[in-house]
């Protein structure tokens, strides 16, 4: 989980260590694939509807541009509005599933 500040696509250095986790399971892993859903929360979607692929967008760069992994083995997807944490904030994030 990759989590955003309010109205933002940027990837903070905090987050870093999580993208980092990722990039490391795929080159040890060079057949595995990654689905990278953004998510925003409500009031960031009336102003930017297309922040949550923004999102998902901006943590495959960084896979692909920092760390050489290859860009048709990640999917991205905005899935607009998140609801899948209790808090607000959390739903300001990208989700990274391996396959």
């Known amino acids: ?7 933002s696509s940027k990837v903070d250095a905090l ?3 999580n993208i980092d986790r990722l990039a490391s399971y795929l080159k040890k892993n060079s057949s595995a694939k990654v689905s990278i859903s953004g998510y925003a929360s409500p009031e960031a979607m009336q102003i930017q509807p297309e922040l ?23 999917e991205t997807q ?4 998140g609801n899948i944490f209790g808090k607000p904030a959390y739903n300001r994030a990208s989700i990274c599933v391996t396959e």
């Open 52 to 74: 949550s692929e923004k999102r998902a967008e901006a943590v495959k760069n960084i896979l692909v541009k920092e760390y050489g992994i290859s860009a048709n083995r990640i």
């Open 1 to 7: 989980v990759v989590i955003f500040r309010q109205s």
């Open 78 to 81: 905005g899935k607009g509005v």
């Open 15 to 17: 987050q870093m260590p």
